[in-house]
């Protein structure tokens, strides 16, 4: 994804955003599933096959019959939404195909370096989830907490999507801080902020929850010219204040 998707108009963001979201949780995993049917590998959660498959992890967990914790066996075959995918879709004769570069494959040296900007933790908790670069791995960070707790804005900026269209994302809130940064916000139990508004560094913006989750959390991205970069890399210590 380009960069010049930041510098258009809103909605091009939104849509520009949402794509780039999509490509990080599904097409990098360059993994198949046949039908309506998905097996399980190793290291998978239904959190994971939720994103995926593009099947709310409610759906999944009605479907087959799981029950809270949601515990599931490698091999095991679970009914999902949808026809077959794969990270590259077919196209009909004569169409091309946009041809995408996964977060993973983005070298280092072309992130931004530490300290050019600074960014508050968006809510406090134990970090269950660390970025990956590794195909299929999470694209941002996810932290545990308690539902209800406190979602704050990494840095001030303007709301540019607040919504749940985004299959695997739940209550998502997304905010523009600079032509260059946005960062992004899933899982949300309640949204506090609108499309457009301006929002202050610290700001609470929602509430944590587990909409399209299998458990609390909050999934947390920073994105650099579309590119999702590793969180942890540029926040402080928790409890501490910014670096910059």
Same mark, same amino acid.
Request: with cysteine; hydrophobic share 30%; net charge positive.
């Given at each position: =994804?380009?960069?010049?998707?930041? $510098?258009?108009?809103?909605?091009?963001?939104?849509?520009?955003?949402?794509?780039? @979201?999509?490509?990080?949780?599904?097409?990098?995993?360059?993994? $198949?599933?046949?039908?309506?049917?998905?097996?399980? /590998?190793?290291?998978?959660?239904?959190?994971?096959?939720?994103?995926?498959?593009?099947?709310? %992890?409610?759906?999944?967990?009605?479907?087959?019959?799981?029950?809270?914790?949601?515990?599931?066996?490698?091999? !095991?075959?679970?009914? %999902?939404?949808?026809?077959?995918?794969?990270?590259?879709?077919?196209?009909?004769?004569?169409?091309?195909? &946009?041809?995408?570069?996964?977060?993973? !494959?983005?070298?280092?040296?072309?992130?931004?370096?530490?300290? !050019?900007?600074?960014?508050?933790?968006?809510?406090?908790? /134990?970090?269950? =989830?660390?970025?990956?670069? *590794?195909?299929?791995?999470?694209?941002?960070? #996810?932290?545990?907490?308690?539902?209800?707790?406190?979602?704050? &804005?990494?840095?001030?900026?303007?709301?540019?999507?607040?919504?749940?269209?985004?299959?695997?994302?739940?209550?998502?809130?997304?905010?523009?801080?600079?032509?260059?940064?946005?960062? &992004?916000? &899933?899982?949300? #139990?309640?949204?506090?902020?609108?499309?457009?508004?301006? %929002?202050?560094?610290?700001?609470?913006?929602?509430? =944590?929850?587990?909409?399209?989750? #299998?458990?609390?959390?909050?999934?947390?991205? @920073?994105?650099? /010219?579309?590119?999702?970069? #590793?969180?942890?890399?540029?926040?402080?210590?928790?409890? *501490?204040?910014? /670096?910059?």
């Amino acid at each position: =994804m380009r960069a010049g998707c930041l $510098t258009k108009s809103p909605f091009r963001i939104v849509i520009c955003l949402a794509i780039s @979201l999509l490509l990080a949780s599904c097409a990098g995993n360059n993994a $198949t599933y046949s039908g309506s049917v998905y097996t399980v /590998k190793r290291g998978d959660t239904l959190y994971r096959i939720s994103r995926l498959t593009g099947t709310s %992890v409610k759906d999944l967990a009605s479907m087959n019959g799981i029950s809270p914790p949601y515990t599931i066996e490698v091999g !095991q075959r679970l009914k %999902v939404n949808g026809a077959s995918k794969t990270a590259s879709s077919s196209t009909k004769s004569g169409t091309k195909t &946009a041809k995408v570069v996964p977060s993973s !494959q983005v070298p280092l040296s072309s992130w931004p370096p530490v300290g !050019q900007r600074c960014w508050r933790w968006p809510t406090t908790g /134990k970090v269950i =989830m660390t970025y990956s670069t *590794s195909d299929g791995g999470n694209k941002g960070i #996810d932290i545990a907490g308690t539902r209800g707790q406190p979602v704050y &804005a990494s840095g001030a900026g303007k709301v540019v999507y607040v919504g749940n269209q985004l299959r695997g994302y739940g209550n998502l809130i997304m905010i523009k801080h600079s032509e260059e940064y946005i960062t &992004a916000y &899933a899982h949300n #139990d309640t949204l506090l902020v609108n499309n457009g508004q301006s %929002v202050k560094a610290g700001q609470k913006i929602a509430t =944590m929850g587990s909409s399209d989750a #299998d458990s609390v959390r909050l999934h947390f991205q @920073l994105r650099y /010219k579309a590119t999702a970069i #590793d969180p942890l890399r540029y926040l402080p210590p928790q409890g *501490s204040p910014p /670096k910059c």
